[in-house]
């Protein structure tokens, strides 16, 4: 692995990042108190190919590698502390490369196009109210009726409910299959269903997207919105969840090398006790070892997204040791990323003491929207502890059936 960028790399990330600092952070009180991204930066996130970046031209998308996804999630995670734009972003980038992956062709040629041209939106429904990270144990179901698939069911804690609904587009959907096949179907659901009900949650951070839950009655969609086959869809769900977690690390990083930016040059302006804040010892211990954290998890997930592109392109054929190898690094860094942009967040507030509290300082934002990756976005810490356990020890001390 080559850890320096290429020309076209480096000057990718030169143009999300003037994206970020021109675009939306004079946008993330707006983002944060309006709840909704507004259109101009959709607009703009269409105009730079970040919408649903690795989707083949072919579908609208510009083909891109999970290392420059990666890049682009690092930048959006610096732009917009709120971590509402990080998640839109990373919703579009993993769930359209799976849709790009395994749909099928005529449900690629209707839905991609408009995504990537942010008129669409594109999310992921797998969490029930009454399980979230056990899968396995969901009640929501589907059956084959000729060439229809039949939903019954309710999915909730699901981002870009209200935004599906309105924009236009759908959501990745697990099922169990009732069908003579069982299993698993993952299917594509247009939230503007006739038999669909969506209702939205009050979040604590994260209000530039919406957060909420989604009835199924009787729900009918078409055979050409299953991915994979039926019945086998468990398998493509993990492999999405992989990336997504990737690109949500990805975004962590940024968000954590923003604040620390914004906390550094506090230490070097403000002056307590007749001299710099950034003179006392026990803050440069704090600064040191935060930095230290941030490099460590931003090169851990960096190298995720090279696995994912030498394992997991287009063509590849992954074996068992690739996959575990490939589950090990990305739960390693989703166990990480969070925790260590969270602590970042929180220790920088508190060297501006009272002020760190305050909406105008704006380090709180981030303070909320990471919180949502440390319960359970994405999977939760303890769930990525779980993972790693099962992968380093073997699937017979898996704690659970």
Not at 72 to 78: P, Q, T, V
Not at 162 to 185: D, M, V
Not at 258 to 270: F, K, S, V, W
Request: net charge negative; glycine share 12%; charged share 25%.
């Amino acid at each position: 692995m080559d850890f320096d960028l290429t020309d076209p790399e480096r000057a990718f990330q030169e143009a999300v990042r003037r994206f970020g600092d021109t675009v939306l952070r004079p946008q993330e009180r707006r983002i944060d108190t309006e709840g909704r991204i507004p259109d101009e930066v959709l607009r703009e996130m269409a105009h730079l190919g970040l919408l649903s970046m690795m989707v083949p031209p072919e579908y609208g998308g510009m083909g891109a590698s999970a290392v420059l996804t990666e890049i682009a999630a690092e930048e959006i995670g610096r732009g917009d502390l709120s971590m509402a734009t990080a998640v839109f972003f990373l919703l579009e980038a993993g769930w359209g490369r799976t849709l790009a992956l395994h749909g099928t062709e005529a449900a690629r040629h209707e839905i991609l196009p408009a995504v990537c041209r942010g008129e669409s939106f594109l999310g992921i429904a797998t969490t029930e109210p009454t399980g979230g990270s056990d899968l396995a144990g969901m009640r929501t179901e589907s059956h084959r009726e000729g060439s229809e698939f039949v939903l019954h069911g309710e999915k909730a804690f699901l981002s870009g409910v209200e935004e599906a609904r309105s924009r236009g587009g759908g959501h990745l959907t697990l099922t169990r299959s009732r069908g003579t096949a069982g299993g698993f179907n993952f299917l594509y659901v247009p939230t503007g269903h006739p038999s669909l009900a969506t209702q939205r949650f009050a979040n604590m951070g994260r209000m530039g997207i919406s957060t909420g839950a989604i009835t199924y009655d009787h729900a009918r969609v078409p055979e050409r919105y299953l991915l994979g086959e039926e019945g086998r869809g468990f398998g493509i769900a993990l492999e999405g969840f992989t990336v997504a977690r990737t690109f949500v690390s990805a975004a962590c990083v940024g968000a954590a090398e923003r604040a620390l930016e914004i906390g550094t040059a506090y230490l070097r302006e403000r002056r307590a006790f007749g001299q710099p804040l950034g003179k006392f010892e026990g803050i440069q211990f704090e600064l040191a070892d935060l930095y230290a954290q941030i490099e460590a998890v931003k090169w851990q997930c960096r190298r995720a997204a090279w696995l994912i592109d030498q394992r997991f392109g287009p063509d590849a054929r992954p074996d068992a040791a690739a996959r575990s190898e490939l589950e090990r690094v990305v739960a390693a860094v989703k166990l990480t990323a969070p925790p260590v942009a969270f602590e970042t967040i929180k220790r920088v507030m508190m060297w501006f003491g009272a002020a760190g509290y305050t909406r105008e300082v704006g380090l709180e934002r981030g303070f909320r929207g990471i919180m949502s990756y440390m319960v359970g976005a994405e999977g939760g810490l303890n769930i990525m502890r779980i993972i790693l356990g099962r992968e380093l020890l073997g699937k017979e001390f898996v704690p659970y059936k």
